[in-house]
């Protein structure tokens, strides 16, 4: 196997992997994976709401799911470590299922990613994106797309791996509307860019 074919193989285990954990993760709060092999095993930390939903009563929870990444991805020795998300405002997948679920509800769009938005760069956030796209409006109405961003969002470049990123969908009575959420962490520091705190705009402060 060569070694661009191994990078390939692991990038889809792993985007495989986060699909599985997502959904069996769902009560739990879950926000993202990191995973790290060595030599002696394949450490996977995983960042979820409340933790004691992913441990489980006597540890069965965890040692299912374990069992489960072993065969299912044949990925030796897993050692699953399951951290408590520190600020949820700062997580694009928890932020982006947030909009979708008030999309659901029949809240206004621009009311809604304007207020995420102000959220998460309150919370320290450097730089923010929201996108929404698909039927936003009443039934009967094209499909649009809106796009609001604050801060500083590199779009091309090695640089744009400091971005995290999550997708979700929201499934109003109208149509589906896929929400993106794109986030710039606190003390993100950028080898071409000096950054400086983001003010926010009136019209944020005051959505």
Do not use: C, H, W
């Amino acid at each position: 196997m060569t070694i661009e074919r191994k990078f390939i193989d692991d990038a889809i285990i792993k985007l495989n992997m986060s699909k599985y954990l997502a959904k069996e993760l769902t009560r739990a709060g879950f926000s993202r994976v990191e995973i790290q092999k060595t030599p002696v095993l394949t450490r996977i930390t995983v960042y979820v709401l409340n933790p004691g939903r992913v441990i489980g009563r006597a540890g069965k929870t965890i040692d299912t799911i374990t069992d489960t990444i072993r065969k299912r991805f044949s990925v030796e020795n897993p050692q699953i470590n399951v951290m408590e998300v520190e600020n949820r405002m700062l997580e694009p997948l928890l932020v982006a299922k947030s909009i979708a679920e008030k999309l659901e509800r029949g809240i206004n769009a621009r009311k809604i990613i304007q207020g995420s938005l102000r959220e998460v760069m309150e919370n320290g956030a450097l730089g923010a994106e929201i996108v929404a796209s698909g039927k936003l409006a009443a039934k009967g109405a094209r499909a649009k797309t809106i796009r609001k961003s604050i801060g500083y969002i590199p779009k091309a470049g090695d640089v744009t791996n400091l971005v995290s990123e999550a997708e979700a969908t929201a499934y109003p009575k109208y149509g589906a509307i896929g929400v993106k959420v794109r986030i710039v962490p606190p003390g993100t520091v950028f080898p071409d860019r000096e950054m400086k705190k983001v003010e926010l705009p009136k019209s944020i402060m005051s959505g």
